[in-house]
C-alpha cells in the first residue's frame, strides 16, 4: 500500500486521492481477503477459514508480501495432498472443515483409552437434543459395532473389550434414566394385561447390551419384559420360551458376523413355536439390510431392523394385535390345563 500511496501524493494536488487510495486498500484488505476470500476458499476446496488467516498470518511473518501473497495458494495446495495423498492426511484434518469423528467413533475411543467420565459426556451431548432411541443409533450401536469389529481383528484385550461394554452398558441405562425420568416405572405394580416379550443376545455380550437398549425404549405399563443372558444356549432358550410364553421374541445381533448363528436361532425357534412374532435386529449393519431380511425371513423372521429406534416403534405397532392373541392364547391354555 505504501507505494501507491507515495505516488499518489507526488503526483497530485491535496490529499484526496491519497486518502482514496489508501481507503480502498483498507476495505481490500478487511472485506475481500479476511470475508469474502476465505468464505470462497472454503465453500470450494473444503478449506477451513480460520486455517486460511492462520496461513496468511504465518506465511507473512515468514517471508512478508511475498508470504501474504502465496499464503492462499500455498494452503490450498497443503489441503488438496491432504485430501489424495494418505500419508498425508493430517494436512486435511488440520486446515480442512470437514465435521469433527462422528459421536459413536468419539465414544468408543474415549471407552478403548478407558476415560469413561468423557465418553458419558459425549452421550448426553447427543442425548440432549435427541430422544434415546436416536442416541442408541448415533452412539451406542456403532461404538458396540466397532468394539466387535476391534475384538475380532485382535486389536483389543480381553479386558478391554469387557470395559467397554459394561461402560456401554452403564451410560445407556443412566441416559435412558434420564431420558424417562429417574426411577420411571420402578417398584411399579401396573394393572392389566401386559404384552410378554423375550429379548435375547444372538451370541455375544454385545448382542445383549444392545438388545437391553431396545426394551428399555417399550413402555413399562405395556410390556412385561424378560431378557435372556448372552450365555444362554439355544435349547435353554426353548425351554424359556416355554415357560414364559412370549408373544414376542427380539434377537439382538451385531455385526460382523453372526448372521448364521441367528439364522440357525431363528430357525430353531420357528419350528418349535412358529405362532411366535419374531423380531430381529441387525443393528447398524444397513449395506446388508436385504440379504439379511432374505436369510432371516426364509426361516420365519416377521421383522428385521438395523435401527434400535425403528425396531422400538415396530414392536409398539404390533401391540393391540398382540395384547388379543396373548389373551386368547391364555384362554385356551387355562382352558387346556382345566380339563387336565
Known amino acids: 500500500v505504501i507505494p501507491p500511496v507515495l505516488f499518489s501524493l507526488a503526483t497530485t494536488d491535496g490529499f484526496a486521492e491519497p486518502l482514496v487510495v489508501l481507503a480502498f486498500f483498507v476495505t481490500l484488505e ?44 500455498l494452503t490450498t495446495c497443503l489441503v488438496v495432498l491432504g485430501k489424495y495423498v494418505p500419508q498425508l ?14 459421536p459413536g467413533v468419539m465414544f468408543f475411543q474415549r471407552l478403548a483409552a478407558r476415560d469413561q467420565d468423557e465418553a458419558a459426556r459425549i452421550a448426553a451431548g447427543v442425548a440432549a437434543k435427541n430422544a ?16 466387535q469389529q476391534a475384538a475380532a481383528d485382535g486389536e483389543l484385550e480381553p479386558g478391554d473389550e469387557k470395559f467397554i461394554l459394561a461402560a456401554t452398558r452403564e451410560i445407556a441405562e443412566d441416559t435412558a434414566d434420564d431420558a424417562a425420568g429417574l426411577g420411571s416405572g420402578a417398584g411399579i405394580s401396573f394393572e392389566g394385561d401386559r404384552v410378554r416379550v423375550l429379548a435375547c443376545a444372538a451370541r455375544h455380550e454385545a448382542d445383549e447390551v444392545a438388545v437391553r437398549m431396545l426394551v428399555r425404549l417399550l413402555p413399562a405399563d405395556k410390556w412385561e419384559v424378560n431378557v435372556a443372558a448372552s450365555e444362554t444356549l439355544t435349547s435353554e432358550l426353548l425351554a424359556r420360551i416355554a415357560e414364559f410364553r412370549p408373544a414376542v421374541l427380539c434377537v439382538s445381533s451385531l455385526p460382523p458376523g453372526g448372521l448364521a448363528h441367528t439364522r440357525y436361532l431363528c430357525k430353531r425357534v420357528n419350528a418349535r413355536f412358529p405362532e411366535l412374532k419374531l423380531l430381529v435386529g441387525r443393528w447398524g449393519q444397513v449395506d446388508e439390510l436385504d440379504e439379511a431380511k432374505t436369510d432371516l425371513t426364509a426361516v420365519g423372521a416377521d421383522s428385521v431392523h438395523t435401527s434400535v429406534d425403528e425396531a422400538a416403534t415396530q414392536l409398539n405397532s404390533w401391540l393391540s394385535v398382540l395384547q388379543s392373541q396373548q389373551k ?13
Open 30 to 73: 478487511l472485506v475481500c481477503n479476511n470475508v469474502f476470500e476465505p468464505w470462497l476458499y472454503g465453500a470450494s476446496l473444503g478449506m477451513s477459514e480460520v486455517a486460511q488467516l492462520m496461513a496468511a498470518a504465518f506465511w507473512s511473518f515468514l517471508w512478508g508480501p511475498i508470504g501474504l501473497i502465496l499464503s492462499g495458494p
Open 89 to 102: 492426511q493430517f494436512l486435511d484434518i488440520l486446515l480442512g472443515d470437514s465435521p469433527p469423528l462422528e
Open 132 to 147: 434415546f432411541g436416536v442416541t442408541c443409533d448415533a452412539v451406542f450401536v456403532p461404538a458396540l459395532t466397532m468394539t
Open 328 to 340: 386368547v392364547s391364555e384362554v385356551l391354555v387355562g382352558t387346556a390345563e382345566g380339563r387336565g
